[in-house]
């Protein structure tokens, strides 16, 4: 049975860090790429970021320079390291998979899996 089993959120004050972690089961990891999407109230999902297997990094504008998306293969996890929060960071963060032989990892019809969540809130 596949599983994506985000943590780390919580609340934070602006200008402040969070770390996320994904573990992942069920599935053949490396052969996936990984994603990060946020889905703030009353709006759409967002691609947050993604990484490859061999280890490319791909960032929305949005969080290019504060977030950084890594990944270890050896115990099927990636993690979101959230730095200099703002308020429109506010959202629920989901881990995503994709198939590396899907033509994208940030659109939303190419995710096979998803996380349920967790929830990031930044207040200033």
């Known amino acids: 049975q596949v599983q994506l089993q985000e943590s780390g959120g919580g609340s934070v004050q602006a200008g402040g860090s969070l770390r996320l972690s994904c573990a992942a089961s069920?599935?053949?990891?490396?052969?996936?790429?990984m994603s990060w999407f946020r889905q703030a109230p009353g709006k759409e999902r967002e691609w947050v970021a993604s990484i490859l297997s061999a280890g490319n990094t791909f960032y929305g504008d949005s969080v290019k320079g504060r977030f950084t998306i890594s990944r270890d293969n050896s115990q099927n996890s990636v993690s979101l390291q959230m730095n200099s929060l703002k308020d429109e960071d506010t959202a629920m963060y989901y881990c995503?998979?994709?198939?590396?032989?899907?033509?994208?990892?940030?659109?939303?019809?190419?995710?096979?899996?998803w996380g349920l969540g967790t929830p990031v809130t930044v207040s200033s």
């Open positions: 995503a998979a994709v198939p590396s032989s899907r033509f994208s990892c940030a659109q939303l019809q190419t995710i096979q899996y």
């Open positions: 069920g599935y053949t990891y490396t052969k996936y790429c």
